[in-house]
């Protein structure tokens, strides 16, 4: 059964710097999002991308965050600057919105630590 | 008013039970309805979407009232494998985004 891939299943950084979350979501799918879960919480959206373009973001999708398509596989979220609470559980996801109710899959997720 | 609102629990029931759990939604728009289910520090995995008019998938039945921002999930026969956190999902009125509830967490006992 096809699944959503993402590296590193663990990335820790240090305040400041830059990381990339790298996803591969399902083949056929063409809407791709991020969500992010803070230990204890629930599971927030960032932003969701459909044609190569941001289609929604969150407040929490500020400037410090991107996403890009860099090729036909993968689709990545920059933090540029990482800050201490940016330490979450990141998961990719994809859908197809030709199915009924574009039901959304999710990766495994990265856990980002920000030292 | 939270937009997807669940009991936290923990559900403590015995291998066999019936459990039920409920959510309510704030946002009258929202368009589609879902179950997932998340396991300690994994991702969450769709159970089943939820029709307007109910559905059922083996043990597990869910049910959609609209009129009051209502959705269940009934699980017979509990196995310990359905230890987990349940969570509520609702899509926006013209979005996919999803919006989580905070998840009901499920412990099956032998």
């Known amino acids: 059964e096809p699944e959503v891939t993402q590296t590193p299943s663990h990335q820790v950084t240090q305040m400041g710097q830059e990381v990339i979350l790298r996803c591969v979501p399902i083949?056929?799918?063409?809407?791709f999002y991020w969500y992010r879960q803070i230990l204890g919480q629930k599971v927030e959206f960032l932003v969701s991308?459909?044609?190569?373009?941001?289609?929604?973001k969150s407040e929490i999708f500020d400037d410090q965050f991107s996403v890009e398509r860099p090729d036909g596989s993968n689709f990545t979220l920059k933090i540029r600057s990482t800050k201490l609470e940016d330490s979450a559980m990141y998961f990719c996801?994809?859908?197809?919105?030709?199915?009924?109710?574009?039901?959304?899959?999710f990766g495994p997720g990265t856990r980002l630590t920000v030292l | 008013r939270k937009e997807v609102e669940q009991d936290p629990g923990p559900f403590n029931v015995p291998e066999g039970a019936t459990v039920a759990f409920n959510c309510t939604y704030s946002?009258?728009?929202?368009?589609?309805f879902f179950w997932y289910r998340q396991d300690c520090r994994k991702e969450p995995k769709l159970l089943m979407s939820?029709?307007?008019s109910g559905n059922e998938d083996g043990r597990f039945t869910a049910q959609l009232n609209r009129a009051s921002q209502y959705i269940s999930l009934l699980i017979r026969d509990s196995k310990l494998s359905d230890s987990a956190t349940y969570l509520c999902?609702?899509?926006?009125?013209?979005?996919?985004?999803?919006?989580f509830g905070s998840g009901t967490r499920l412990l099956v006992r032998p």
């Open positions: 939820v029709y307007s």
């Open positions: 991308f459909y044609n190569n373009e941001i289609s929604e």
């Open positions: 996801a994809s859908s197809d919105p030709g199915a009924s109710y574009n039901e959304q899959f």
């Open positions: 999902v609702v899509t926006g009125d013209s979005s996919y985004k999803l919006i």
């Open positions: 946002n009258s728009a929202s368009q589609s």
């Open positions: 083949s056929n799918h063409l809407y």
